[in-house]
């Protein structure tokens, strides 16, 4: 018996198998994008009525112990009354069109007094709509390191406290030096110094017949210079006084702590 070969033919290999699978995988990620896009492109107004319509619906219905439900009418909370607030502002005795008419006549005349001093530069005058500045150098009140005003000096000091006097505008006096440091007994620092040649200044003025009510003190330091301090001139320039008055009408007079006025809105809080 003749044994019969039998011919083996082997097949070559596939090797675009892998496009199945990628294009199954491309499917799918195209049917996700599809899902997505259309969960996210929601109806404005659809949405609106049905936000609405659940808002309502928790707001008037609650359910009781058998299930049922039992429309509540809406409750709305009450609101506590609130008590009125007014607020007292300070009327000026001329009133307060004629602010500026007053504050251009205290500059005229505390610069026609001080105008030899004004000429020299040792004192220089501003005014506005807000007020007065009068700023004089430290040199023309008081000796170097000291706080006691210098006889010279009390006179143009109190021809600018009897023009403030006639008003009822309050005043601020800021002492300022230079940045050259100074360590005594009396004064540790520049602080000091500058405090208590503001002091000195308020004392003056209420002598003169300033209403101390109005008056207050100041002392900045080295802290606030209108120029530098790099030579002497400079330093000079920064060592000085400067008498502020306020003409500005947005605070309530001040009163002595622990009372109340009949007008005050917190009287209407009392029992």
Sequence with gaps: MTRRRRRIVEEPDNHDRWLVSYADFITLLFAFFVVMYALSSVNEGKYRVLSDSLLTAFRSVTVNQQSEQVVVAPFVVPSRPQP?????????????????????????????ALEPLTRTGQ??????????????????????????????????????AQIFSAGDFPVTIEGHTDDVPISTVRFPSNWELSAARASSVVRLFAEAGVDPARLSAVGYADQRPITDNLTEEGRARNRRVTIRLDAMYNDPPPRVP??????????TLLP
């Design 123 to 160: 004192v220089n005058i501003s005014e506005g709509a807000h007020g007065i500045t009068v700023e004089i150098k430290a040199s023309l009140l008081f000796p170097a390191g000291e706080t006691a005003l210098q006889p010279g000096a009390q006179e143009p000091l109190r021809v600018i």
């Design 84 to 112: 009125p607030v007014s607020r007292t502002e300070r009327k000026p005795a001329e009133g307060e069109g004629d602010t500026v008419e007053r504050i251009r006549r205290m500059g005229e005349s505390i610069r026609q």
């Design 258 to 267: 622990g009372t109340i006025r009949p007008d005050d809105p917190i009287r």
